[in-house]
């Protein structure tokens, strides 16, 4: 059996946690935020965890995070 590869795409975008969870970053937070509100911004700088059917998604494209 040969080596998978790792979708290079996706080991930049997504991180793996302690209990094996998937996180991402929030999208939306690049630019043209003068019009968007603090609070908006605010919750936009935490980790979002990915529901389980895109983790399911996410195992696939990174075998070995």
């Not at 603090?38 to 979002?48: C, E, Q, W, Y």
């Not at 990915?50 to 995070?65: C, F, G, M, W």
């Given at each position: 059996?040969?080596?998978?590869?790792?979708?290079?795409?996706?080991?930049?975008?997504?991180?793996?946690?302690?209990?094996?969870?998937?996180?991402?970053?929030?999208?939306?937070?690049?630019?043209?935020?003068?019009?968007?509100s603090?609070?908006?911004?605010?919750?936009?700088?935490?980790?979002?965890v990915?529901?389980?059917?895109?983790?399911?998604?996410?195992?696939?494209?990174?075998?070995?995070?």
């Open positions: 059996m040969p080596k998978l590869k790792t979708h290079r795409g996706a080991a930049k975008r997504f991180k793996k946690t302690g209990t094996g969870k998937f996180v991402q970053n929030r999208a939306n937070r690049s630019h043209l935020l003068e019009h968007k603090s609070r908006r911004k605010r919750r936009l700088r935490s980790a979002g990915l529901s389980d059917a895109e983790q399911k998604r996410v195992r696939k494209l990174l075998p070995y995070a």
